[in-house]
């Protein structure tokens, strides 16, 4: 008998983060835990947005206060490209408004992440995320 197994679906993931430091160290330790996942990096929101409509990334890590596109603005626009993209929210802005804004536009965020980012929780969102994303793609790749 011969067993065959689909290779798993490739899955990418884009942070888009204003403040260096904490996007390098983004880029540096998601590659070490989730070393079968293509990581992408975008310094403000329309920097992210043209990266997004170049790889098409299944999750998407952002800030929302970012100059020149924020990150609520950016996503509106990805998720009219990509409806079931999952989306990560992290900010540092605690206000009601600020959070109201991010969850509240019409699109749905996935996770909201408040800085200081607890990385365990980072990582266990990112994990739920991959994991959706991987049951989607088998279930499309394996469709008639």
């Not at 689909?6 to 983060?17: G, H, R």
């Not at 409509?53 to 950016?74: A, R, S, W």
């Amino acid at each position: 008998m011969e067993t065959r197994s689909e290779p798993a679906p490739s899955i990418s993931l884009m942070i888009v983060e204003d403040d260096e430091n904490s996007r390098e160290i983004l880029v540096a330790i998601l590659p070490r835990k989730f070393p079968d996942v293509t990581v992408y990096s975008a310094e403000n929101g329309r920097t992210g947005l043209e990266l997004f409509k170049t790889h098409t990334p299944d999750i998407v890590i952002t800030d929302i206060n970012m100059p020149e596109l924020g990150g609520v603005q950016m996503a509106e626009k990805i998720r009219a490209i990509k409806p079931d993209i999952k989306l990560i929210v992290i900010t540092a802005d605690t206000g009601k408004v600020t959070l109201e804004h991010a969850v509240g536009k019409g699109f749905q965020v996935n996770h909201v992440i408040l800085k200081p980012i607890d990385i365990a929780g980072l990582f266990a969102v990112i994990e739920e995320c991959i994991s959706a994303t991987a049951l989607h793609k088998s279930r499309v790749t394996t469709s008639p």
